[in-house]
């Protein structure tokens, strides 16, 4: 608390100073009355002073000019007691001349100690130099009052005397200023809990004390949220602590399968920190199509060294592993490239587990698959509920297919970028997006996601990595479908590495897989990768034992299955005629 106390007399300012020492505020003293007074008072309001403490006449005046409270230092019964003491041997006649509240209590004090002084009580400061002029001209010598009584006193020539505020007087200013600063503190908190209920009024919300007590609460059931507090953050010091050290801090909890988003804020009352929780129910956002939430909050170990331990049989992806390792700590940006289940979504979830933010949420959002409506929502500005961005404070938005944005998905991720806080954001593209920046992709959005860049090379430039795949995806498929296929045949293997893989290591995925499912024997042979394959890898799926013809018999036919025996269309693909199809079936027929 910030005190300017405005002396109109010098003597107030030396009682101020020494009684300010030891006090539980800053205090700074000036001397100086009415306008001068004024002038310190308007300069204090805007340099973040609280109270104002004055006497008088100057006190009126502040008051009536400045939007913070204004404490007037009294003058009490001791005061008027002491003076009158003072002036009880004065010989001469003395007067005491003033507003009602000094002269109604000097006239009582008079007649307390049966002490003969004249009163007279003026309404208006300009009625003082008239007054005075009649009290001299009926002999009067001696004019108690206040600052200004006694200045124009003194112009005449007469004896003015000042009525002082003693220690009292100003250890009682002190007070009502302490109490004052407290009501104005108290409105201030009232009045942000009021701001922010209103504008999450959607929200549940409960207010905890440092102990983890309810104090305030908007809900039905505050215990709810006091549990979700105690839960996540175990101790009350550790929540605050986490929470005053961002203007609001939000995260996300997760018991069975349902999760809740809490944003919290810190408020005073009193000078008590005070927690402000309010409860979000997100199954609604969890629904969105193309959204994937990972909260992570049970995780109990360290961050992952699986990036580290990383190896390939590829030169090209163990440097990309390197550089994804390098990328995962260094809190910028980052844009993974290549085509389409090369492997990018996995890259991003390693590097948000082998970095400090590994038990902060993972959010995924497939751009491909969300609405542009859902697209606005979650990634609308955190003040006006959740956006995904707040929602992964501490940890990693993903950005899956951010190539297949819409121009105006694209504006709206990019404003959402813009307030990312402390949330890594990694972005996957199977085009290279760089090119696309002249056509078809919003340059910034371009500068803002691509702060650092990986590259993850398609699966028919490292055929190398085939075998290691393979082994792992049979093991995978062990686990999932309680098979015992204990490995792959050489020659299956160098069948998997004929194929260009298109759709990279998620079709390897699928077709090691099907293939596990297919087997009946403990490896996996040629015969189970040939069933597993697509039907229209022809290339790979026909066998090429036997005689010309009969290869040709075995190329028509599945052309013909692929086009459901449509005539026309077979004979197009092969680029014979109809007739010429006719007749290769018919021959196959009676040689069979
Ligand atoms: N090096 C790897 N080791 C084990 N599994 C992998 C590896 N790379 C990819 N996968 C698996 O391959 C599949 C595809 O990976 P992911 O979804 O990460 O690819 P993507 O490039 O993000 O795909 P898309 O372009 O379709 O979004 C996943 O099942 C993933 O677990």
Redesign the pocket.
């Known amino acids: 608390m910030k005190i300017l106390a405005i002396a109109p007399y010098p003597g107030l300012k030396e009682l101020l100073l020494s009684l300010g020492q030891n006090q539980p505020f800053e205090l700074v003293v000036e001397t100086g009355d009415l306008n001068a007074g004024l002038h310190y008072a308007k300069e204090a309001e805007n340099n973040g002073t609280d109270i104002i403490i004055s006497r008088g006449g100057t006190a009126e005046l502040i008051q009536e000019q400045v939007s913070i409270p204004v404490i007037e230092v009294e003058v009490s019964g001791y005061d008027m007691l002491r003076v009158i003491t003072l002036i009880k041997d004065f010989p001469g006649k003395a007067a005491i001349v003033g507003f009602a509240a000094i002269a109604e209590g000097a006239s009582a004090v008079c007649s307390l100690v049966d002490i003969d002084v004249k009163t007279i009580t003026i309404t208006e400061a300009d009625e003082v130099q008239s007054r005075l002029e009649v009290l001299q001209k009926n002999g009067y010598q001696v004019i108690i009052g206040d600052v200004i009584t006694v200045r124009i006193a003194e112009e005449l020539g007469l004896n003015g005397i000042l009525l002082t505020s003693g220690r009292e007087s100003v250890s009682k200013a002190f007070y009502e200023a302490r109490k004052s600063y407290n009501i104005v503190e108290n409105m201030k908190a009232w009045y942000g809990i009021g701001d922010i209920v209103l504008r999450n009024m959607q929200q549940e919300v409960a207010v905890l004390d440092q102990k983890g007590k309810v104090k305030y609460a908007g809900t039905d059931d505050p215990a709810f949220i006091q549990n979700i507090v105690w839960d996540y953050f175990g101790k009350m010091d550790y929540a605050f602590q986490k929470m005053e050290s961002s203007p609001s801090y939000s995260f996300l909890y997760e018991r069975g399968s349902r999760m809740w988003f809490i944003q919290s804020q810190v408020i005073r009352e009193e000078g008590e920190p005070l927690g402000v929780f309010f409860l979000s129910d997100i199954d609604d956002i969890q629904a969105v199509r193309g959204l994937d939430i990972q909260s992570n909050q049970h995780r109990t170990t360290g961050p992952s060294t699986v990036l580290e331990g990383r190896i390939s049989e590829s030169v090209e992806m163990n440097k990309m592993y390197e550089k994804a390792l390098a990328f995962a700590g260094a809190g910028r940006n980052i844009l993974i490239e290549?085509e389409?289940?090369?492997?990018?979504?996995?890259?991003a979830e390693l590097m948000h587990l082998s970095s400090e933010r590994h038990r902060s949420p993972f959010i995924t959002i497939d751009c491909e698959q969300v609405t542009e409506n859902e697209l606005e929502r979650i990634s609308s500005d955190p003040l006006e509920g959740y956006s995904l961005v707040s929602l992964a404070e501490g940890g990693t938005v993903l950005l899956?297919?951010i190539d297949t944005l819409s121009h105006s998905g694209q504006q709206m991720v990019s404003r959402a970028l813009q307030v990312k806080g402390n949330t890594q954001i990694i972005s996957?593209a199977?085009r290279e997006l760089e090119p696309l920046v002249q056509q078809s992709f919003l340059g910034s959005l371009y500068d803002q996601a691509a702060e650092l860049k990986l590259y993850?090379p398609p699966l028919r430039e490292r055929k190398e990595d085939i075998e290691s795949?393979s082994s792992?995806f049979i093991n995978e498929s062990n686990v999932r479908y309680g098979k015992q296929i204990s490995g792959i045949r050489e020659e299956s293997l160098e069948l998997l590495r004929e194929i260009d893989w298109p759709g990279n290591?998620?079709q390897l995925?699928r077709v090691i897989e099907e293939a596990v499912l297919i087997a009946e024997q403990s490896y996996l042979e040629v015969e189970d990768i040939r069933q597993a394959l697509p039907q229209k890898w022809e290339y790979s799926n026909i066998q090429v034992s036997g005689t010309l013809s009969e290869i040709e018999t075995r190329v028509i036919k599945q052309v013909l299955e692929q086009e459901h025996h449509n005539h026309s269309r077979t004979a197009k693909r092969l680029g014979i005629n109809r007739t010429t199809l006719w007749r290769k079936l018919k021959q196959d027929k009676q040689e069979s």
Request: glycine share 22%; aromatic share 6%.
């Open positions: 290549g389409r289940g090369t492997g990018k979504g996995r890259t899956k297919n996957s199977s993850i795949l792992l290591v998620s995925y």
